[in-house]
């Protein structure tokens, strides 16, 4: 059974810009590359959250998106078991396992590293946005070529029942100089 859903809060991230419902919140004066363009918003943010440089720029991407969809809408000091994070993207992890296989490819330099390890799942970003706003609900990552907006109704309308009331959904995709965030909270 599908759920009729409501749009509360949009923000998308692309081309060295953020939005948020529809309106311009940071442009870069330049294109930068894409790491420094998201330490870049991060500043731009103000935000205090040391964690956010040790993530991957997949997490990074994510995080960002959802401290701007999230803002005015959630108490990040109350738990939160009726909100759900339901994420896709076409890349999955594969940029920072690029930057890890480095680190166990050469046997005579073999030094594997966890802190690069811990993010070579594509649900860490769920993860990070669950921790960083108490979010006790269910989160998923699924892969798709491209976003189909009928496939995330689905996913969404599916985890909606008597105790998720609101969902952080949307498309989240990072891999070499290519970026893009579109974000939802929606409610039934």
């Known amino acids: 059974m599908s ?3 409501n ?3 949009q923000c998308s991230i692309r081309n060295g810009c953020v939005y948020k419902n529809g309106n311009k919140v940071f442009e870069a004066p330049q294109e930068p590359n894409p790491p420094a363009f998201l330490a870049a918003v991060y500043r731009e943010l103000r935000l205090d959250y040391r964690k956010f440089f040790k993530m991957d ?3 990074k ?3 960002l998106a959802s401290e701007v969809l999230l803002d005015g809408w959630i108490d990040r000091d109350v738990p939160h078991q009726d909100i759900a ?3 896709f993207n076409r890349s999955a992890s594969l940029d920072i396992d690029a930057i890890y296989r480095q680190t166990i490819q050469d046997k005579d330099k073999f030094f594997p590293s966890p802190s690069e390890f811990v993010y070579t799942l594509p649900n860490i970003m769920t993860g990070e946005i669950a921790i960083r706003n108490k979010i006790f609900g269910e989160t998923a990552c699924f892969i798709s070529e491209q976003m189909n ?3 995330l109704y689905l996913k969404v309308s599916d985890v909606m029942d008597d105790t998720v009331r609101q969902c952080l959904c949307g498309w989240v995709e990072y891999f070499g ?4 965030a579109e974000l939802l ?3 039934k």
């Not at 100089?177 to 893009?180: D, F, I, Q, R, S």
């Open 7 to 9: 749009i509360l809060s």
């Open 149 to 151: 907006v009928a496939d």
């Open 3 to 5: 759920a009729q859903l």
């Open 61 to 63: 991407l994510a995080f």
């Open 185 to 187: 909270l929606v409610e």
């Open 85 to 87: 994070v339901i994420l």
């Open 57 to 59: 720029n997949l997490s």
């Open 177 to 180: 100089n290519h970026y893009a």
